[in-house]
């Protein structure tokens, strides 16, 4: 069948997945979300896939019309025709741009029948607008567009439009045909019988001779004539009464099916033309496209101006099955955002599917769509809730609070076709949020159902329902699903092809180090280490058991003692709280004085742009830098799970320091906790080491506490509150109030924030430090010797260096952890897997995969290895989509098989509905050389489609006169 042309093209929604893909790829490299590469990489292979299928299936797609028989001016014309293609395919036919039809075509051979209303015509020839053929995908992203000319359909000749006959037309004169007297000549007519003639298509089956088709089959007509002076004959003069051409011709047709339905002869005369007396159905044909076609034509008929109305309403069960995908995609929200938004959210949506079912019950009745402006005003107030909420609107917390917001508040305004589809956009896009958040297999799983689920309802917005549409209508809007194939299950089938393209960009699409602009994702408070140190700080931390980071180490786990993970230094103090502070001078002095420790850090989102190293960083990651304190720092905050390779090494810090800093590091607050200064002053004469060592002794042996529940401290003489009153606290205490003592006994000194210890996870091998692992510590210079970390926590509970927090807590001086219960083994394993999800997923950066590219011997990221590596691997992971499409077309029926083989073959296609016997027969028609062949073809084909004892050599023998078969 020939094309006059055909193009594959995506639909309204398929275009607006690809912007979708499009903006989820550009926030995924901006704000470097792994796993958010690899959902839009599995919405890249959806899309591939189901180019592909719309390819086939409009390339197997074969529609073929019924030729119109009699069309009459002025009336609508109705057109039957019928498709055929593989199995399931959503098709449609349209109209000058018009969809006709839609349906999907049936298993197997079998045609589907459909019908094409026509607007009404003028008399004259029939003319017939272009017929645009599409085939869909089963999703509805794509669509195969082929025009067709009507002769490739089916219609080679097209019937004359007649006129309308006249509605109430008076009789025609009474007038002879012949000569005057009945014996001087006879003509066709209806009197007396005249003999047998082979029947003609159109005759009256009262006309037919039965008993003589009983006797010998073969279908006969009877002939009557009547004097000529009696047969009917219709003249142009006889209307000449009528003031126009029109109604003339209306008259005379109106005459002409009078006597076409009383078997009448009859002859016809028009201006220059002259149709002899005869009767019968062609002689009729005859006479009506004489009028048909008689000159002048009238102009063609005006477009019928029908009146604008309004989109049809929504498919109650079609906005269900949409209201039930975007709570799926909303359901992740309901763990971190307010009680009220999540509520409101829910009110919304259940409202709206309210509206879909027709309730009786009480008031349920009255319910009715929310205006417009109520929504807008909720959409209002809900951001000024979320902004005093938040303190912004810009953050990840804030921005996709209010994003579920608006899709709740788009589902309650949804009232057409346009509305649903871009509801369906809209939640794909929030399921890619969730990732801003979060990257765990749990999202991971959340992320992959919802986009299946959302797939699912997309295609019944979009893929045309099996029902006829009306012209001018949109088939689609009703919703409906297909019958032949469930929605999710057709979005699952897709999915599952599209996995293994997801797999092979997600390894070697490029991966940006950077951000394409700087906009963070500012949030609530995170859990982590703060900028300044006040009471209840760090114990506040100790509560969560929230991992703050991880660490993987390439040589052996560092000793206890060794495990202080540095993070801000504090040199400011105003009496109540440290802070950092810059401070300018040259930079102090690094004597490596260990081995090198490699490890690899994953850092949780803490919103904060400090890196947590051991002793002092030798090599950090690009981007990072050592402040003059010996703080690892990254140019950006940790918004997301970040993973960081990073040497350090044991060293003497500082032994050359600048003046500046050890004077600002002497620094205390004029008047503040004079017993505490007195205290120090008494230690001024004793040596540096000594000073340090009555410090600690003092804490040792003046009986403190260690407890998370320290009292109330006072605004003013703080450290004199704790040293000499209350006597219990955590570590932010005790590091407080001995670097106050160091200063006043005339040692710079001051406060390092981080983390202590860490889990060791047995299944994995690597530290797992927790929030509750927040400590704080002193470093104290000392000449000669630099900055040396002492720890005053340490001598009040021991356990705290040793053990965890919680033997600390419990047994101060405890030297060995309590063993581990069943439930904290469970939660290692768990962490375990955790740990390896986001090595192989969430870490997978450009660093890891331009080492993996040169281990595999790719070279870089755009080399020719890489791109002939990337294009034949993409093209392999399409493999299996192909397979499937072919096994998918393939007939089950192995006879019908072997004639579809033949078809293809012989390049000449079946037309719908044709059998097995009239496709030989129009083959040898063509080439008479292939008689012989195909006759045996035929017989074997017959044998094993209909007869009970089929075999597979059967099957064989068919398969090998296929191939005997010549053109």
């Not at 398929?14 to 839009?40: E, K, W």
């Not at 797999?503 to 906009?519: I, K, N, S, T, Y």
């Not at 993987?552 to 103090?573: H, I, K, T």
């Not at 905050?637 to 050359?656: D, N």
């Amino acid at each position: 069948m020939r094309t006059l042309s055909y193009r594959l093209r995506p639909t309204r929604m398929g275009t607006g997945f690809l912007i979708l893909i499009v903006l989820t790829l550009v926030g995924c490299v901006n704000y470097s979300l792994s796993l958010g590469y690899g959902a839009t990489f599995l919405l890249a292979g959806v899309w591939a896939v189901t180019a592909g299928q719309a390819m086939r299936a409009g390339r197997a797609l074969r529609v073929r019309l019924d030729p119109p028989t009699e069309v009459v001016a002025g009336t609508p014309l109705t057109l039957t025709g019928q498709a055929t293609g593989l199995a399931g395919t959503p098709f449609e036919v349209c109209l000058s741009s018009v969809v006709a039809a839609t349906g999907h075509t049936p298993a197997e051979t079998a045609a589907t029948r459909f019908e094409l209303n026509l607007p009404p015509q003028a008399r004259g020839p029939l003319t017939l607008p272009p017929v645009q053929i599409a085939a869909y995908d089963s999703l509805g992203l794509w669509r195969w567009v082929q025009v067709l000319p009507w002769a490739a359909l089916g219609v080679s000749a097209l019937p004359p439009v007649f006129p309308a006959p006249e509605q109430g037309a008076p009789p025609p004169p009474a007038r002879r045909s012949g000569a005057t007297g009945e014996g001087l000549g006879r003509t066709a007519g209806h009197e007396d019988f005249s003999g047998l003639r082979a029947y003609v298509p159109g005759d009256s089956p009262r006309l037919v001779s039965w008993k003589h088709a009983a006797r010998t089959g073969i279908l006969l007509t009877r002939e009557f004539d009547a004097p000529a002076g009696t047969a009917l004959m219709l003249d142009w003069a006889d209307t000449a009464a009528l003031d126009h051409a029109e109604a003339r011709l209306s008259r005379l047709g109106a005459w002409i099916g009078a006597a076409r339905a009383a078997g009448q002869p009859f002859g016809l005369h028009l201006p220059g033309q002259t149709l002899p007396t005869a009767a019968g159905e062609a002689h009729a044909q005859a006479a009506l496209t004489a009028l048909a076609l008689h000159q002048p034509l009238p102009a063609p008929l005006a477009a019928s101006s029908q009146p604008r109305t309004h989109a049809p309403a929504l498919s109650a069960g079609a906005l269900r099955f949409t209201l039930f995908g975007l709570a799926v995609a909303l359901a992740p929200g309901v763990l971190r955002q307010p009680v009220w938004v999540s509520l409101l959210t829910a009110l919304l949506l259940g409202y709206t599917a309210l509206q879909t079912r027709p309730l009786r019950v009480g008031w349920l009745h009255r319910t009715r769509p929310l205006p417009s402006w109520v929504l807008g005003i909720a959409a209002g107030l809900a951001a000024v809730a979320l902004n005093v909420e938040y303190g912004t609107l810009l953050g990840s917390q804030a921005g996709t609070a209010l994003l579920g917001l608006l899709a709740a508040l788009k589902a309650a305004e949804s009232r057409n076709l346009r509305d649903a589809r871009l509801l369906v956009l809209l939640s794909l896009f929030v399921t890619f949020t969730h990732f801003l958040q979060g990257q765990g297999p749990l999202v991971a799983l959340h992320a992959l159902l919802s986009v299946t689920l959302l797939l699912a309802v997309g295609s019944v917005w979009v893929v045309p329902t099996p029902e006829a549409a009306a012209p001018g209508a949109d088939s689609r809007s009703t919703g409906e699903p297909a019958p032949h194939l469930s929605p999710l299950r057709a979005a699952a089938h897709v999915v599952g092809l599209a996995l293994p393209l997801m797999l092979v960009l997600f390894v070697l699409f490029p991966r940006p180090d950077g951000p394409l602009w700087q906009l963070p994702l500012q949030g609530r408070s995170q859990t982590g280490l703060s900028d300044e140190i006040r009471a209840g700080e760090f114990s506040d931390l100790a509560r969560s058991d929230a991992v703050a980071f991880r660490a993987d180490f390439s040589a052996g786990l560092p000793a206890p003692q060794d495990r202080y993970w540095r993070g801000p230094v504090f040199e400011s103090y105003d009496g109540l709280s440290w802070t950092q502070a810059r401070l300018r001078g040259a930079s102090p002095s690094i004597e490596p004085t260990g081995p090198e420790s490699v490890y690899t850090l994953t850092l949780e989102p803490n919103g904060k742009p400090w890196l947590l190293t051991l002793d002092v960083p030798t090599d950090l990651p690009s981007g990072a830098f050592v402040t003059t304190a010996f703080q690892g720092v990254n140019l950006r905050s940790t918004t997301t799970r970040t993973r960081y390779s990073i040497r350090s090494r044991s060293a003497r810090l500082g032994v050359q320091e600048s003046t500046e800093r050890l004077n600002y590091d002497l620094l205390l607050p004029v008047g503040q906790s004079p017993r505490a200064r007195a205290l120090a002053a008494s230690w001024a004469k004793l040596p540096p080491a000594a000073r340090i060592q009555a410090g600690l002794s003092y804490l040792q042996q003046g009986g403190f506490t260690y407890t998370l529940n320290p009292p109330v401290l006072p605004a003013t003489d703080r450290v004199d509150a704790f040293l000499f009153g209350a006597r219990t606290g955590f570590c932010e205490h005790y590091a407080s109030a001995f670097a106050f003592l160091m200063r006043a006994a005339g040692l710079p000194a001051r406060i390092v924030g981080g983390y202590l210890g860490g889990e060791i996870n047995p299944d994995g091998g690597y530290l797992i430090v927790r929030q509750q692992d927040a400590h704080a510590w002193v470093e104290v210079w000392l000449a000669g010797e630099g900055w040396t970390r002492v720890d005053p926590t340490a001598v009040v509970a021991p356990a705290r260096l040793n053990t965890n927090l919680s033997t600390a807590l419990t047994q101060p001086n405890a030297t060995r952890a309590a063993p581990s219960g069943p439930l904290a083994r469970l939660r290692l394993r768990i962490d375990a897997l955790q740990n390896r999800w986001n090595d192989t997923v969430v870490g997978y950066n450009g660093e890891q995969q331009r080492s993996l590219l040169g281990r595999v011997g790719l070279g870089e990221v755009g080399a020719a290895p890489y791109l002939l590596a990337l294009l034949g691997l993409m093209a392999l992971a399409l493999v299996p989509a192909l397979l499937v499409a072919r096994r998918a077309g393939q007939l089950s029926d192995p006879a019908a098989r072997a004639l579809h083989d033949l078809t293809v073959r012989l390049h000449l296609l079946r037309a719908p509905g044709e059998t097995a016997s009239a496709y030989a027969a129009r083959v040898q028609e063509r080439w008479p050389q292939s008689s012989e062949s195909l006759t045996a073809f035929l017989s074997a084909y017959h044998e094993a489609r209909y007869s009970p004892e089929a075999s597979a050599e059967g099957v064989k023998k068919l398969r090998a006169l296929v191939r005997k078969v010549r053109r």
